[in-house]
């Protein structure tokens, strides 16, 4: 219990430690871009809750991801409703979509979720355009520019970098809370086996709904932060493949951990692009090459890989101290 | 009336493409226990092969002869590379892998061929026939045979041989199967080149259609995944069987549905795998299986 | 380090931190991109992805860059020769990367302009960043030109209302009943350009009977065309991308239907005709603003040949007839133009040039075609179109040119 304790405590301050530092040495872009990592980061929370721990299939996170992008948007620039103001509405909005998504989910296994998400996915872009008089169509929909208090005027991107964390954090502080409480165990416990966790008490209806409940939240809050965070969306920045990155991100990450969002995150944001800038032409191979080999060197992640360096380090009797490992 | 049958016939036509790719995705599915998210690309990029092998002027037959051997190798490659360092990981590294695959053939195809698309020689005789008012493609009704066939070759490979049964066997329990003398690995290795060559055939026949691109098959996945769901993932000719359902309910949907469109008729194909899923998981000619708690 | 001397490294630390941060800071206020013997250019463009033919704009600028180049460079208004630099990123027409390409070619590469940016959606992306950033972004390649950062960009292909236009009046002058079935790209392509045929259609003969969209995502056409052949029109427009457009020409010729077919230049170059079959395709009309390029051998025209030895010489990754690396190459040809002609090596500069254009010339553009803009009335540097039709064999021009100066609407 105390190494829990101690080993939570130890990454919280140094994730504020590199946060609070980041700033310092990035430049003005630069930081803008860790910002939409950080959006990415906090869809991926979410879907590290329904994947990792619920172990639900979910090929439709950009899907809600976009639902909260298209929600703050239109509250912001239809409505006139200040930007930081929607994005509580962009996560109910995307909470209830993710509670229609996940009602199927209540008869399907693994890889027909996967499926029927998947198509979810695909048919988003097209429903946008269809609802165009709401969505702005091709078109698109800007949203008003958050601007930073007097303190920081000189520095915008600072202010909304500052604005994403603490969205993060929020969105960190309510996955924690949720994997150490009941619902948490719960999940788990029908992902390892749902007959008998069924046998044992575990309501799975209620459990696999709350899962994607609070997983779509997540999602949508990262879509909201995204949309503030670019001014401007269309259907063109919600394509299925998305929903294919965030997964990635996930697993890149490491699929049941916290940190691993972040890094996630970070990862489908920059990669990419360094891949690209390294040579136009074989950039994409690049980038794969790097996810596979990622996948075939660390299992469990690039968290993963951190959890066993950290053990090897401090030469700790009992590594597994992460909950939910997943193997 | 006449109206709605060229509306079916049409739906078939696509039904066809979609049935392609299902069945090289059933075959992966059965012999390995793997959907392989890259299939479709993997196809793409032995397709590019031949192509290129016809451009330096190798006769058609030759080059698909050829093609169809490289894909085998490629299938191979791609098991022993990236798949079975991840045999014993949780399933979603596969998932991750498979993923990888996909961007990585249709990176590897931009690279070495660029993004314009270019012309891909039919196997079928351009033109058309008619029955009554109705018109059938030379190529859709060609293809649809050449899938029929193969389908029908692979599920008797699968249900009559030893050596699919020794694959079946090597898919559905890895562990045990060394048990009885069969040689998983050798077995999941075979299986992979197979679903590579059906692969490759499958985009040698729908490329004249549907243009040869990088991104020729990306449109087409969910279809794929959606029709072998339909038609059960342990049955070839389902698999066939699933893609012209979706092909002819996607199309009728499109047409009749108003508020669809045809910009919203993917709503179709989503709709249909929900029901059948729900009402029979298994597929509409797959069979009931048994799950170990 | 003992205690007594981390202190004053620390303060030392801050303090060249900050002088870094000033002096950069003060340099943003000189021209960025541009040096005594360089200017640098950014380009951003799907150059992977289901769009990535659109890259070819991008290879395209970069030919008719690396031919001036060989050259020695621009000479500028300020008596110094510069070459080109140019930074070129992919977004996969991704809005999102767009912006993040732009800002980071803005602040880390520090380019001097934008050329060439892809796409609608991803010009009104960047508008406003532009806009606080006063960077220009000539040059567009979008089928509609008034977007949101008016005093920083300008397009380049004309607006797809113009073609339109053209569509419409050969119909009222050819066929003046006829009944129209659209295939249209649900974008704002396909949107601007039936806004412009419904308006020029207006009180005519000419009827739409049916409209189906679709998009760059469809694998297949099937279903819309059948609808459209179904709703007895006789004559079938589309506009649509070329996968997509091609399939459509060919199911119009093999389904028997066979109606009078109008198609976009975005779907009508010859290799996309010698993809879905010359026979299907004989008898469909198009437009065109760039001369007909059909050989890679040298014909005597001058641009044309020196398009077909530059595009050897930068080995694009696009063949010779693929019409969008032409404009591609005219593209870069008018901003090699309009460096030249920039009366200070300033943005400003720039950006008066490019909204005053005099009626410039352009190796691939028709004869008789010229640049032209002016500042606050005419932002469309082309505005005629020729139209053509195909006989199985080549195109054959139809008509005389079609000029619409200064009449394009937004």
Known sequence: ?327 | MTLFVQIVVSGLATGAIYSALALALVLIFRATNVVNFGQGEMATFSAYCTWQLSLWGLPLWLSIAIGLICSFVLGILAFRLFVRPLLEAPVEATVVVTLGMFVLFQAMVTWLWGAEQKPFPSLFPDGSFSLGDVRILASSAGTLLVLVVLAAAIGCLFAFTRLGLSMRAAAFDRVRSVLVGVNVERMLMLGWGFAAVIGMVAAVLVAPRLFLSPTMMTPILFYGLAAATVGGWDSPLGAIAGGLLVGVSESLGANYIGLLGADMRIAVPIVLTLFVLLVKPVGLFGSQKVTKL | MRPGLRMPKMLLTAAVFALAVGTVSARADQTPGITDSTVKIGITGPLTGPVAVVGAVAEGIRARVEAANAKGGVKMSDGKTRKIELVIKDDMLDPQRTLANVREMVEQDKVFALVGTAATPNNVAIGRYIEQRKVPNVFMYSGVHKLNAPHEEIGFVPAFSTEATSFATYLKNNKPAAKVAILYLNTETGETFMKAFDKAIEGSGVKVVDRQPVTSQDPTVETQLTALKASGADTLVIIAAPQQGGEAIRFQAESGWKPLTLVTNLSSAYPILQAVGLDNAKGIITSNFLKPIVSPEKTGDAGIDQYLDDIAAAKVNFVFANTIGQVGYATGDALVEALGQMKEPTRAALLETVFNIQKWDNPLLLDGIKLNTKAGSDIFPIEALQLYQFDGQKYVPVGKLLDFEGTTEE
């Open chain 1, 1 to 327: 219990m105390r190494n829990t304790v101690v080993r939570t405590a130890t990454t919280i301050v140094g994730f504020i430690l590199v946060a609070a530092l980041l700033p310092a040495f990035l430049s003005g872009f630069q930081l803008q871009q860790v910002s939409v990592a950080i959006s990415y980061a906090i869809a991926i929370l979410g879907l590290n809750l329904l994947m990792g721990f619920a172990g639900q299939i979910c090929l439709a996170q950009g899907t809600l991801f976009g639902i909260g992008a298209y929600v703050t948007a239109i509250l912001n620039a239809t409505y006139g409703v200040h930007p930081l103001a929607t994005l509580p509405a962009a996560a109910a909005v995307s909470a209830l979509a993710g509670l229609v998504v996940g009602l199927p989910a209540l008869r399907l296994q693994g890889l027909q979720l996967a499926i029927i998400t998947f198509g979810v996915a695909a048919a988003f872009p097209q429903l946008l355009l269809k609802l165009g008089s709401w969505t702005g169509g091709v078109s698109g929909l800007p949203i008003d520019s958050l601007e930073p208090p007097e303190f920081l005027a000189d520095n915008p991107e600072l202010w909304l970098y500052l604005a994403s964390l603490g969205c993060a954090g929020v969105a960190a502080l309510i996955v924690r809370l949720v994997l150490v409480g009941d619902v948490g165990r719960a999940l788990q416990a029908q992902r390892d086996s749902s007959q008998i966790a069924e046998a044992l008490g575990v309501n799975l209806t209620k459990t696999k709904l709350w899962a994607f409940a609070i997983s779509s939240a997540l999602a949508g809050l990262g879509g909201g932060v995204f949309a503030i965070l670019n001014g401007f969306i269309s259907p063109q920045s919600f394509l299925a493949p998305l929903s294919i990155t965030i997964v990635i991100g996930s697993i890149v990450g490491g699929s049941t951990s916290i940190v691993g969002a972040f890094i996630g995150g970070l990862f489908i944001t920059f990669v990419p692009t360094w891949t690209s800038n390294i040579n136009l032409a074989l950039g994409n191979v690049i980038y794969a090459l790097a996810l596979i080999g990622i996948m075939l060197l660390a299992r469990g992640g690039v968290a993963g890989l951190l959890d066993r360096l950290t053990a090897a380090l401090t030469l700790r009797s009992n590594p597994n101290g992460k909950a939910g490992s997943t193997s």
